[in-house]
């Protein structure tokens, strides 16, 4: 016990460093497992604004394909035409303004619910072949604005939305990149400067 004791008094200094070293450490690990439950719960919520918006595309796609390819006056379609418009509501609150996606949903939605209309509405049948004709029309001009603008403008708008190009960790490693090219060319430079004949 002795010879325990003489050898703590020996290493004082270190044991004294060791126990002030302790609680920072301590507090470092601490702040580290904060900093990556921040981060875990940041890219959760990504995730989850990710799967909404791709819920509204892929909702309005099965739309579009359920409009050109479906009986329209089925439960489902029905169902579809529900989703869809729930879907179009949730957009204006999980897109920027500026992208016009929202308007783009709500001008599909109003030239969908013509062709709707203009499909399965008796009435129209019992009228002259003039109206019918005019109705035909109508809704091919519908269904091209469908299939020509769109969709692909849709698919367009959204892709900045549903791409992981920008993603944290991409945008963290280009950054450490451009700092290891623009670390290594100045030590290139000092290199030459260095080699250089006076």
Request: charged share 25%; proline share 4%; aromatic share 14%.
């Amino acid at each position: 016990m002795q010879d325990f004791l003489s050898a703590l008094t020996k290493y004082k200094p270190l044991t004294d460093l060791l126990i002030a070293l302790t609680p920072v450490t301590v507090a470092a690990i601490v702040a580290f497992i904060g900093w990556l439950q921040w981060k875990t719960s940041d890219d959760k919520f990504r995730f989850d604004l990710y799967q909404r918006r791709l819920n509204v595309y892929m909702t309005a796609v099965k739309f579009y394909i359920g409009l050109i390819g479906s009986r329209l006056d089925s439960q489902g379609f029905d169902d579809k035409k529900k989703e869809f418009h729930q879907a179009k509501l949730e957009s204006q609150f999980l897109f920027d303004t500026s992208s016009g996606i929202y308007l783009l949903l709500e001008e599909l939605q109003y030239r969908s619910m013509q062709i709707i209309f203009g499909k399965t509405d008796p009435f129209i049948r019992q009228l002259g072949p003039m109206i019918i004709t005019e109705q035909l029309e109508e809704l091919s001009k519908n269904l091209e604005w469908m299939n020509k603008e769109a969709m692909p403008s849709l698919a367009r708008k959204m892709s900045p939305y549903l791409s992981f190009r920008d993603s944290w960790f991409s945008r963290f490693r280009q950054r450490n990149d451009r700092k290891y090219a623009e670390q290594l060319a100045s030590e290139m430079n000092a290199m030459i400067n260095r080699l250089k004949v006076p």
